[in-house]
């Protein structure tokens, strides 16, 4: 059985230099609006896990679900 190969990004390609920056703008004010709510999540999880509301393995199940397990571990653990 033969894979896809990996597709490239390529930024989108809008020669309106007022359209991109509209584009951009929006793209940063998902971006924060994410942050933000990647912030509430980690600190309910964190005063749960702190109070014995959620157990580490939950934690672990909630931080796979949300996608961010890989990011979290190898950071804590010094990997690269």
């Known amino acids: 059985m033969m894979h ?3 597709e490239q990004f390529r930024p ?4 309106d230099p007022k359209i991109r920056k509209l584009l951009q703008l929006a793209g940063l004010r998902f971006m924060c609006s994410r942050a ?3 912030d509430s ?3 309910k ?3 749960a896990l ?3 509301s959620m157990t580490s393995d ?10 961010a397990l ?3 571990y190898p950071e804590l653990m010094g990997e690269e």
Not at 12 to 15: E, G
Request: hydrophobic share 50%.
């Open 58 to 67: 939950e934690v672990d199940a909630k931080l796979e679900e949300m996608g």
């Open 12 to 15: 989108l390609i809008v020669t």
């Open 4 to 6: 896809a190969q990996p």
């Open 45 to 47: 999880m964190g005063l």
């Open 41 to 43: 999540e980690a600190r």
């Open 36 to 38: 933000r709510w990647l």
């Open 70 to 72: 890989d990011l979290v």
């Open 50 to 52: 702190k109070a014995g």
